[in-house]
Structure formats: C-alpha cells, structure tokens
C-alpha cells in the first residue's frame, strides 16, 4: 500500500522562502514520477512540478519556473519542493502526487500562506 504525506508550508512573506517535503512509504519502482499540483481557493487544482524518480528529470508550470525546484532523494523515497520568490498568487494547499502507472496516488495536503 502506497501512502503519502507532505511536511513543512506554513505562513510567509511575500518573497520569502518556503519548502516541503513529501514521503512515501511502500514500495514504488525507479521510473514513478512524483509531481507537486496546488489549489488556491475556488480555483481548480493545478500542476505545480514534476520529476521523474530515475533520472531526476524535472518539468514546471510557467507560473513557477525559475522560483521553484523540485528534487528527490533516492535513498529515502522523498521528494522536495523549495519555493523561492514567494508572491501572494502562491496561497493554496499543496499536494504530493505519485504516478506509477497505471495508478495515481495523492497526499492529503499541505497549506502555504504567503501575505504581503
């Protein structure tokens, strides 16, 4: 059984910095890929970041590029999200997801509040 769980977010200021991290635990194979997706409130849940667990290839939503890195530790089935450059439009709960196929698995979610 795979599960996920998200850890860190919180509250900061507007181009402040932030990270989370998502475990999984259970078995997962070399080539799943984890991806962040966000929801902001009364707006549809969207993709945030990828990266493929093989090879550390990694792919961004234009709203993030160049703020965000996603990255993954191997040994500890981990993947990270650190957000730089934080901007208000940055408010949602984050999620963890894991695609291996044919199965899509998700976390319950993490807040990240950015104020001015």
């Known amino acids: 059984q795979v599960q996920l769980e998200e850890s860190g977010g919180g509250l900061v200021q507007a181009g402040g910095s932030l990270g989370l991290a998502c475990t999984v635990s259970g078995n997962i194979e070399r080539d799943a890929i984890m991806s962040w997706y966000r929801q902001a409130p009364g707006k549809q849940r969207e993709f945030v970041a990828s990266i493929i667990l093989s090879n550390a290839w990694a792919h961004y939503a234009d709203s993030v590029k160049g703020r965000f890195t996603i990255s993954r530790n191997d040994a500890s089935n981990e993947a990270y999200l650190h957000m730089s450059n934080l901007k208000l439009e940055d408010t949602a709960v984050y999620f963890c997801?894991?695609?291996?196929?044919?199965?899509?698995?998700w976390g319950r979610g993490a807040q990240v509040t950015v104020s001015s």
């Open positions: 997801n894991l695609f291996l196929d044919p199965h899509t698995y």
